[in-house]
Every structure is written in structure tokens, then in C-alpha cells.
T-cell receptor
Framework: EPEVTQTPSHQVTQMGQEVILRCVPI?????FYWYRQILGQKVEFLVS????????KSEIFDDQFSVERPDGSNFTLKIRSTKLEDSAMYFC????????????FGPGTRLTVL | GESVGLHLPTLSVQEGDNSIINCAYS??????FIWYKQESGKGPQFIID?????DKRQGQRVTVLLNKTVKHLSLQIAATQPGDSAVYFC???????????FGSGTRLSIRP
């Protein structure tokens, strides 16, 4: 069964450093998402991406964040200058083009900012 | 504002019994609801969904009930097994939007 994959599973970085989190969505999916989950809290929407552009973003997704689909398979989230409060699990999700379709989530990348 | 919330943060159930996890939502514009299961260290896993034009939907061992009058959603798990131990999130989406809004989660633990 196809699934969303994410790398790395755990990323440790120093405050102020740039990080890139990578995702490979399910191959026939057209909509891509990033969510984050701070330890012990609920999952929060960050950004949605369709047709090579951001379709929606939350207030969390400020100028320090960017997303890119550099090729036909990868979808990345970049944080330019990490802060301590960026420490969280970051989940990638994807779905087909049908509005009725469910989003399928990857296993997540745990980001630890020191 | 919009919010999706859960009545109970933890639920302990005897193995073999049925589990019922409840959720309240406040956005009457929501027309699509989903239940996700999250095991420790993993991403949310889709369990079942329901559209606002339905009040009940059944899957394998799971049933979702939707009461739009009181903006209430529930997940019923039949014959709860140890593998059902996880945090369960209800979530909502409006058909005009793409993002999913998650509730705060209920931890389900199973007693042997």
C-alpha cells in the first residue's frame, strides 16, 4: 500500500541554523501539506500546496518557513533560522485532487532545536 | 472562531469491551469530519470519516456518529483490543477549505 515517507526521522539542530525536512508524498496525489505537533499538544496546520504554489497557510507559517516541490516526487519544508519553539514533530500529508479524499500522513520528523 | 475539542483527555477500557470517544465541534460550516489514530512516535492514521449529510457510518469494528443538532461527533470501537491503544483525534474540514483542524486528542488505554 502506498504511503507518505519522511526524512530524516529525527533532526537535531542549533538555534539559528537552517533545516530542510523532506517528504515524498503518495505518487498520484496532488495536494500536499505540512503540519506540526508540539510535544503533548494537538496537530496544527502549517501550509497547503497545490499546483506548485501555496494555497493556504496558517499564522504559524511566517517568513522563516518556506515549502518547495523541487522535482516530481519530493516536497520540502525549510526553516531558515530555527528557534527553540520550532522543536516539534513535523508531519507531511498528501491527498488526491478530489475534495472528498482524505489526507494521508507520513510518520513525521522530530525536530529538536538546541 | 472555530474549534474542535474532546470531552475527555483519557479513557481506560477493559479489553473486549466497546470504547466510545466523544468530540464536540463549534464550527457549523464544517461538513466533513475525520477520526485519526496516533500511536506513539507515529503520524496520524486515518480511521474513518463522515460527511455532514450523514449521521452514521460504519467501518470494520468502528462506527462514527454525527449529531449536527448539538455539534457532537463520536467514535465507537467494538471489542477493543490492545492494539487499539493510542491517542484518537477528531478533526474537521470545510469543503471550501483544504486544511484539517484537529482536536486535542483522547488517549485510549486498554486494561487486560
Amino acid at each position: 500500500e502506498p504511503e507518505v515517507t519522511q526524512t530524516p526521522s529525527h533532526q537535531v539542530t542549533q538555534m539559528g541554523q537552517e533545516v530542510i525536512l523532506r517528504c515524498v508524498p503518495i505518487s498520484n496525489h496532488l495536494y500536499f501539506y505540512w503540519y506540526r505537533q508540539i510535544l503533548g499538544q494537538k496537530v496544527e496546520f502549517l501550509v497547503s500546496f497545490y499546483n506548485n504554489e501555496i494555497s493556504e497557510k496558517s499564522e504559524i507559517f511566517d517568513d522563516q518557513f518556506s515549502v518547495e516541490r523541487p522535482d516530481g516526487s519530493n516536497f520540502t519544508l525549510k526553516i531558515r533560522s530555527t528557534k527553540l519553539e520550532d522543536s516539534a514533530m513535523y508531519f507531511c500529508a498528501s491527498r488526491t485532487g478530489a475534495l472528498t479524499d482524505t489526507q494521508y500522513f507520513g510518520p513525521g520528523t522530530r525536530l529538536t532545536v538546541l | 472562531g472555530e474549534s474542535v475539542g474532546l470531552h475527555l483527555p483519557t479513557l481506560s477500557v477493559q479489553e473486549g469491551d466497546n470504547s466510545i470517544i466523544n468530540c464536540a465541534y463549534s464550527n457549523s460550516a464544517s461538513d466533513y469530519f475525520i477520526w485519526y489514530k496516533q500511536e506513539s512516535g507515529k503520524g496520524p492514521q486515518f480511521i474513518i470519516d463522515i460527511r455532514s449529510n450523514m449521521d452514521k457510518r460504519q467501518g470494520q469494528r468502528v462506527t462514527v456518529l454525527l449529531n449536527k443538532t448539538v455539534k457532537h461527533l463520536s467514535l465507537q470501537i467494538a471489542a477493543t483490543q490492545p492494539g487499539d491503544s493510542a491517542v484518537y483525534f477528531c478533526a474537521e474540514r470545510r469543503s471550501s477549505a483544504s486544511k484539517i483542524i484537529f482536536g486535542s486528542g483522547t488517549r485510549l488505554s486498554i486494561r487486560p
